[in-house]
């Protein structure tokens, strides 16, 4: 029998959380909650949207679970918020793990993780609370992820690297081995990141800069 869900939020990452977690879990999404604040529609997903002040008279914590549905805004800050004021009302707070990872850590994975496709994670890995890993990212062998980070899409972590608490790693970026990324730390896409990184550092890659040839004139294409 499957377990229900409530899912806090209400765009996309709140839409993608419902079509995964109903398409390849054993939990069933039975509503959405958002501020009272941001309540401006009485449906999403055909399923109610409630105030979270309304909540637990409605859904009890002891009968059903909630899950995070939020970005990295803030650097993770809003994300973090939700997740401790769903805690301080009493839910016990749900982790999607997708079938179609590879997860060799013998399940050191923490509550309200979002962990999509073809993530490869190796052994003695260790994953924190409410971290999320998009699609397609390789975590080596010995890696920490502290809470509340979020990890693009197609990032390469390399074997005994530490991510502390509240850092973002973008889209394509590389961290060599046995480096430490301090707390609140961005590592844009497409960095290459050889040494550890300060707390609340910025590390860019270099972008693409346009030719000066048009490609009208590029006779091979």
Same mark, same amino acid.
């Given at each position: 029998?499957?377990?229900?869900?409530?899912?806090?939020? #209400?765009?996309?990452?709140?839409?993608?959380?419902?079509?995964?977690?109903?398409?390849?879990?054993?939990?069933?999404?039975?509503?959405?909650?958002?501020?009272? #604040? &941001?309540?401006?529609?009485?449906?999403? /997903?055909?399923?109610?949207?409630?105030?979270?002040?309304?909540?637990?008279?409605?859904?009890?914590?002891?009968? +059903?679970?909630?899950?995070?549905?939020?970005? &990295?805004?803030? !650097?993770?800050?809003?994300?973090?918020?939700?997740?401790?004021?769903?805690?301080?009302? %009493?839910?016990?707070?749900?982790?999607?793990?997708?079938? +179609?990872?590879?997860?060799?850590?013998? %399940?050191?994975?923490?509550?309200? /993780?979002?962990?999509?496709?073809? $993530?490869?994670?190796?052994?003695?890995?260790?994953?924190?609370? $409410?971290?999320?890993?998009?699609?397609? $990212?390789?975590?080596? +062998? +010995?890696?920490?992820?502290?809470?509340?980070?979020?990890?693009?899409?197609?990032?390469?972590?390399? %074997?005994?690297?530490?991510?502390?608490?509240?850092?973002?790693?973008?889209? $394509?970026?590389? !961290?060599?081995?046995?480096?430490?990324?301090?707390?609140? /730390?961005?590592?844009?896409?497409?960095?290459?990141?050889?040494?550890? #990184?300060?707390?609340?550092?910025?590390?860019?890659?270099?972008?693409?800069?346009? #030719?000066?040839?048009?490609?009208?004139?590029?006779?091979?294409?």
């Amino acid at each position: 029998m499957k377990k229900p869900l409530i899912i806090f939020g #209400a765009g996309d990452i709140a839409q993608l959380a419902h079509f995964y977690f109903c398409t390849d879990s054993n939990y069933e999404v039975v509503a959405f909650t958002v501020d009272a #604040a &941001y309540l401006t529609v009485a449906e999403f /997903c055909g399923l109610p949207v409630v105030s979270l002040d309304e909540l637990p008279s409605r859904y009890l914590p002891d009968t +059903h679970e909630m899950f995070i549905a939020l970005s &990295y805004s803030k !650097l993770n800050e809003i994300r973090k918020e939700k997740y401790l004021a769903a805690k301080a009302l %009493g839910y016990r707070l749900a982790t999607y793990i997708s079938s +179609h990872a590879t997860v060799l850590n013998e %399940g050191r994975i923490g509550d309200n /993780c979002f962990i999509l496709e073809d $993530n490869t994670i190796q052994p003695f890995v260790t994953i924190g609370n $409410n971290v999320t890993l998009w699609s397609g $990212n390789h975590i080596g +062998h +010995h890696s920490t992820i502290h809470d509340h980070c979020f990890i693009a899409s197609h990032v390469v972590i390399s %074997g005994g690297v530490e991510i502390e608490e509240s850092c973002f790693i973008g889209v $394509n970026a590389t !961290l060599r081995d046995h480096i430490k990324v301090g707390p609140k /730390c961005v590592i844009g896409a497409g960095a290459l990141l050889l040494a550890d #990184a300060e707390p609340e550092g910025v590390y860019f890659g270099q972008a693409t800069e346009r #030719a000066k040839v048009p490609s009208s004139r590029l006779r091979k294409i």
